[in-house]
């Protein structure tokens, strides 16, 4: 959940996205969506705020890019499998309110799945959560890599775990993840994706269509089309 923070406000919330952001599946519907803040398994237990959808947005040139990493994999027998894509703001805003409330009975399953290791008032001074994403400005992307019977490849640590066994050349992952991480990193490398290296799954488009803004309009197929 690590953010970069840029230089200028959020834009006014809006229902639709500015001209040159796409759904991923016009683009390649070959690439796996699995959206885990439109459902519940994620670290806040529920459906964040702004997913309307179970769908991937991205500017145009990012999701351009993840096709062509895509054809690349397939001919070496693995899929792409994208977790989460364009954040709005309102959904960033509620994981910052999330992380200042304390943890209850129904909260036990998520933190042994997300954040065994780490208190939950601990998750923003420590950086796992911020006030601002990258996802916000439209050219992130939270991606991991599946066989081509859907399995997800073993990356020695799940999507959103808070903890250093994340960062991506952690040295205590090794064998069958390093190489997964390692193959995932250079064929989203070759296509122009930078790896946040405190996050195996966290890439960045770059040049990024919108460097400097951070939207706040739905996660919705319709906010996309003209």
């Not at 990012?62 to 989460?84: I, M, P, T």
């Amino acid at each position: 959940m690590t953010v970069v923070v840029g230089l200028l406000a959020v834009l006014a919330g809006g229902a639709a996205a500015p001209p040159g952001f796409a759904a991923l599946r016009e683009v390649d519907p070959s690439i796996r969506q699995d959206m885990r803040y439109a459902g519940s398994r994620n670290f806040t237990g529920g459906v964040v705020d702004g997913y309307e959808e179970p769908v991937c947005l991205l500017a145009r040139p990012a999701a351009e890019a993840l096709r062509r990493a895509q054809r690349v994999l397939l001919r070496r027998g693995y899929s792409l499998r994208v977790y989460d894509c364009y954040r709005p703001q309102r959904a960033v805003d509620r994981f910052v309110r999330w992380a200042r409330e304390p943890d209850g009975p129904g909260d036990r399953a998520a933190k042994a799945e997300f954040y065994p290791h780490v208190e939950r008032n601990r998750l923003i001074p420590e950086g796992y959560i911020a006030e601002k994403s990258g996802h916000s400005r439209g050219s992130t992307v939270d991606v991991t890599l599946e066989d081509l019977s859907g399995r997800e490849v073993d990356m020695g640590t799940a999507f959103d775990f808070f903890d250093p066994l994340s960062h991506t050349d952690d040295p205590r992952i090794a064998g069958g993840a390093r190489a997964g991480r390692r193959l995932l990193g250079r064929a989203l490398g070759e296509q122009g994706f930078v790896n946040l290296p405190e996050e195996w799954w966290h890439f960045t488009f770059r040049p990024e269509a919108f460097p400097d803004s951070y939207f706040d309009f739905p996660v919705a197929v319709a906010a996309v089309r003209p």
